[in-house]
């Protein structure tokens, strides 16, 4: 029996009703990992050891209790953007090449609790810059429906992960998209929550005011689970609300489609405009049908400040990584080059370490951040894109006042070659273009696959499309059950795989 | 990652950093100035004071604020500035930052935002300094100082929370980074360029001190760099508009330095004047071995600090209760003290300004007049209270202090030091031996009475016995006494120290006297009194 097919809340029947041991389960991912990531790239490391040794903790457990949380015993893996104690942690870059954490993050604190099963740590891109992986200073990630594709970024590999396999469910981050734009190259399901739900605590920041630690799941049911088990306020992050925590999975579980008479669904039509592949977008307007069928009312909106969304989120999100990333100077922990590199004063020990240490889009990143935040340029991009936030902000909140959840695209384009837009920063940008409003009007939203388009390079093969719901602030649960509604009526999940 | 002890840097490479290169053309003859062309201009001075908070953790992670341990072990990830910290808020630090704002009569702002302060250094593990910068948790207030009998307003800009760096180490070629100082709370407070003499300036950075000490917010130890203050000084001719270019003068690390340093920039700007130069806008170092002040290398104040909000922060949000607590933790301050022992006491300006200028002091001192007020054995004037304990508590404390090697003294209780007064004041003890009791009941703890006891140092004033006793020492001094006689007054004091040196310091001196003059007036002029 291949017991590495399964979601979590099917592995968690198996433990429950004892047809299964957490150890078997561990092993057949293991085997699996051994088969197939070295075709696809998406851990950058694995730890079998401490994987067996969890899984064993957690099958004592199941033996002597009959209500255990239900990550207990799930085989996960976790993007190399968590710390996690004892292991190493590099951001995907050689500037953290031997950086061991001597702490836990929240979110691996409360899986901790949960007796998941950690199998290792994924590929990212650097710094969580980047919408393609590539940028990782270790690996390329490939894409498990077409190896000659990227999965998406920054969180690839954890998208490359669950879409092959190669774990149960992937814990990441997504600061513009970072999580469901890989979700939706991939064909799995990726949540972004409300900013404030997840402790960013232990989370190596990219943007603090942007960041948002999310789960990618091999369906909505899935996704509910992760999500309960790590969110809630933590005093270690400030940013953290005290928000009701609901009981996802129950909520997911009593979805119906009844629900969906009268949902007003908004559509905006600046999600729709050029750029994007007319074969997703033909996808997304059959989504919209079926949701009409269903009861929904559609109702045509517009998010006009969203043109400047790109333009507002290279600004904050560059100038609050170019203080953050501060931090590696090479004087505490992490690379450093000194005297023997021919370093003779501080200055170069700064100039050597971050030269060697940091890749070209980090250094790209850090030198706009750099700029932006100068003295005489503040106003003109700092202040001037915080306000394009705050239009952003109200361009949502007035749209919440006419319609229930939004609905649109997750990306513009499927799963794109390998090396086709490294070159071309900006077009790369343009990959979050429909994902990066919602972080900046902080507010929840998943991708849902809902189809797949022809693989223009690959006879017979496909790709992947995902569909993007956006709900209000803090409201997971209708987020998650409207998700689960078009799940159930899509049945991706029982048509397409990465066939790996 | 090496978390235990030092930090190594190595290979000197911080050297030249701190050590400033002296002689950078900038030699200024030290004080070339005269008194006449210095009345012709006027100093334009604003103060910026740092000052440590005396919290129990640090600002914004829980490690302990305290000092003097092992390098590198009073940190965290928080204030490591490790990869995925995040700060928190200390809300005792801002309790203290409010309380000393209210203090200082600066409007708090119910709203406030931490800022990012961004440069490089090795003592900032973040690489960036989390500060306040467009809004600060207080703004707009002022202090009132006095010098030489006037009384003038210094308007403070701001008063904002920060933390603190950690520090470097240098030993031999090796420079060494200990962070347990890193993220240790201090709040800025920023005068407005109110002040205008080197004397000024120190009477305003006193009176602050006096302020955070009172509130025990600061322990306000220059030398030790818990409280510290940067000068930005500019002059003019009189009557100009016209402000002049400031220079910062940093590294000021006493009160004593302050005055000086300011002093001497003064003088150095007028004389670039003078001498049709122009006053560059720079940061300066006081060096107080030359008395000089000296340029910083321009590349280190080359610095664009790029402040911006802190992402990683909510606003910091103030309710009115809140506020009102702190304000209630606000005792009567120093000025408000002296100005009421003036008022209710009678006490000079002198002896309000010693009593107030140590907390512990002035508290016992306000215990003492309440115990006196209730004192069925008596009372004692309060100038003479306020007299013991300028003259007598201060000084057998410093005694006690040496001879323990501690500040922690407990004082006497009230009642104890009251009825000693009264014993000298009754006469049955002289001063001198009442300060060897006060000095006792500090070391022991013992009541006076029992000292006195102990210590036999009863006075001996019945009439008879001293009588006879100096019958005794005019019998033994026969040419002193002939010479007394034959108008030598001044062997008088002669006869009173022997008496004293018989009874060992015992006798009451007034008495001492009354009888000897009795006796020798009845000895010189003959039995018939002629
Ligand atoms: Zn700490």
């Known amino acids: 029996m291949d017991l590495s097919n399964l979601t979590i809340h099917q592995i968690n029947d198996l433990l429950k009703y004892r047809e299964v041991k957490s150890v078997d389960i561990t092993n057949s991912y293991i085997k699996r990992i051994k088969e197939v990531d070295p075709v696809v790239s998406a851990y950058l490391y694995n730890d079998f050891e401490e994987a067996l040794s969890n899984a064993a903790d957690a099958d004592k457990i199941i033996q002597k209790n009959k209500d255990f949380p239900y990550l207990t015993g799930i085989p996960l893996s976790i993007k190399d953007i968590f710390l996690i104690k004892g292991k190493k942690t590099t951001c995907a870059s050689k500037i953290l090449d031997n950086f061991i954490s001597p702490y836990d993050s929240t979110v691996i604190r409360r899986l901790k609790e949960n007796n998941y099963v950690f199998l290792g740590k994924t590929n990212m891109d650097e710094f969580a810059m980047g919408s393609s992986t590539e940028n990782s200073a270790y690996k390329i990630t490939k894409n498990p429906y077409d190896l000659n594709r990227v999965p998406g970024g920054s969180s690839g590999g954890s998208a490359a992960s669950v879409s092959s396999d190669l774990c149960a469910g992937s814990f990441g981050t997504d600061t513009g998209g970072s999580v469901r734009q890989p979700a939706s190259l991939c064909g799995v399901v990726g949540l972004k929550p409300t900013y404030g739900l997840i402790s960013r605590y232990g989370i190596i920041a990219f943007s603090s005011s942007l960041d948002q630690a999310g789960v990618i799941a091999n369906d909505v049911l899935d996704a509910a689970i992760m999500l309960k088990a790590v969110a809630g306020f933590d005093e270690k992050d400030q940013t953290t609300r005290k928000f009701e925590i609901k009981d996802y999975p129950e909520i997911v579980k009593k979805a119906d489609k009844s629900a969906m008479k009268g949902l007003k669904v908004g559509i905006p039509v600046e999600f729709f405009s050029e750029g994007l592949d007319p074969k997703i977008c033909s996808r997304i307007m059959e989504i919209k049908e079926l949701l009409k069928d269903l009861g929904a009312d559609i109702v045509d909106i517009s998010l006009p400040d969203t043109k400047y969304s790109v333009a507002a989120y290279y600004v904050i999100a560059t100038s609050e990584a170019s203080s953050n990333l501060e931090r590696y100077d090479g004087i505490r922990f992490g690379s450093r080059f000194s005297k023997d590199e021919g370093v003779q004063t501080l200055d170069e020990l700064y100039r050597k370490t971050r030269e060697l240490g940091f890749g070209k889009e980090v250094k790209r990143r850090i030198i706009l951040g750099t700029f932006a935040l100068s003295a005489g340029y503040y106003d003109a991009y700092y202040k001037k894109a915080s306000l394009v936030r705050k239009l952003i902000i109200k361009n949502y909140k007035d749209s919440f006042n006419d319609v229930d959840i939004i609905l649109g695209p997750t990306s513009p384009t499927p799963a794109f070659l390998i090396g086709e837009k490294m070159s071309d920063p900006l077009s790369m940008y343009l990959s979050d273009i429909y994902t990066i409003s919602v972080n900046l009007a902080y507010l929840p939203a998943l991708s849902l696959p809902v189809g797949v388009i022809d693989n223009p390079t690959k006879k017979g093969g496909v790709l992947p499309v995902g569909l993007q719901l956006i709900s209000p602030w803090a409201t997971e649960a209708r987020l998650l059950s409207v998700a689960k509604i078009i799940e159930d009526e899509v049945k991706f999940r029982q048509k397409y795989s990465a066939k790996i | ?530």
């Open chain 2, 1 to 530: 990652m090496d978390n235990s002890g030092y930090s190594e840097i190595g290979n000197s490479l911080l050297h030249g950093l701190n050590r400033q290169s002296a002689g950078t053309g900038d030699k200024q003859d030290k004080a070339g100035f005269g008194e006449g062309r210095l009345t012709s201009f006027e100093a334009v001075i604003g103060l910026e004071v740092h000052s440590q908070l005396l919290t129990k953790t640090k600002m914004f992670c829980s490690c302990q604020n305290i000092f003097g341990k092992e390098p590198n072990s009073m940190v965290c990830p928080v204030c490591l500035g490790l990869p995925g910290a995040i700060p928190v808020i200390n809300l005792e630090g801002v309790r203290l930052a409010v309380k000393a704002a209210l203090a200082l009569n600066i409007g708090i702002n119910k709203k406030s935002l931490f800022a990012r302060k961004n440069y490089f250094y090795p003592d900032l593990p973040k690489g960036y300094q989390i500060s306040q910068y467009l809004d600060p948790v207080s703004s707009n207030g002022y202090l009132t100082i006095e010098t030489d009998g006037v009384k003038k307003q210094i308007r403070i800009n701001r008063l904002h929370i920060e933390e603190d760096a950690g520090k470097l180490i240098h030993i031999g070629n090796e420079s060494y980074v200990d962070l347990n100082r890193a993220g240790t709370p201090l709040i800025e407070i920023v005068s407005e360029p109110d002040i205008s003499s080197a004397k000024e300036a120190a009477c305003y950075l006193k009176e602050l001190r006096d302020i955070l000490v009172y509130l025990d917010i600061s322990d306000g130890n220059m030398e030790e760099g818990s409280f510290r203050c940067d000068a930005n000084i500019s002059v003019r001719r009189k009557g100009d508009k016209k402000l002049g270019t400031r220079a910062e003068i940093k590294n000021v690390n006493s009160f004593k330095f302050v005055e000086k340093a300011i002093d001497y920039e003064i003088g150095r700007q007028i004389n670039v004047i003078l001498s049709a130069g122009n006053v560059l806008q720079e940061t300066r170092l006081y060096d107080p071995k030359e008395n000089v002040t000296k340029p910083m290398r321009s590349k280190e104040e080359a610095h664009d600090y790029r402040y911006f909000e802190e992402p990683d922060l909510p606003p910091l949000i103030l309710d009115a209760e809140f506020i009102e607590e702190a304000k209630n933790s606000i005792p009567e301050l120093p000025q408000a003290k002296r100005k009421r022992y003036a008022n209710e006491y009678a006490l000079t300006s002198y002896d309000c300004e010693v009593l107030t200028q140590n907390k512990k002091i002035a508290y016992y001192f306000e215990d003492l007049i309440k115990a006196n007020a209730v004192n069925n054995k008596g009372k004692v004037e309060i100038k003479k209270i306020s007299n013991w304990v300028i003259n007598d508590l201060l000084f057998a404390l410093k005694t006690v202090e040496n001879q323990r090697g501690s500040k922690e003294n407990d004082m006497p209780e009230p009642e104890d030091f009251l009825n000693l007064m009264l014993e000298v004041t009754a006469g049955n003890i002289n001063k001198n031996s009442g300060r060897i009791v006060l000095t006792e009941m500090l070391l022991t703890g013992k009541k006076p009475n029992d000292l006195i006891k102990e210590n036999n140092l009863a006075q001996v004033s019945d009439d008879k016995g001293l009588e006879d006793l100096i019958k005794l020492v005019l019998d033994e001094n026969p040419k002193e006494l002939a010479d007394l006689a034959g108008g030598k007054d001044k062997l008088l004091g002669f006869f009173v120290g022997e008496a004293m040196k018989k009874t060992k310091g015992k006798a009451n001196p007034k008495k001492v006297n009354e009888i000897l003059k009795r006796l020798i007036n009845s000895r010189t002029r003959g039995p018939d009194g002629i």
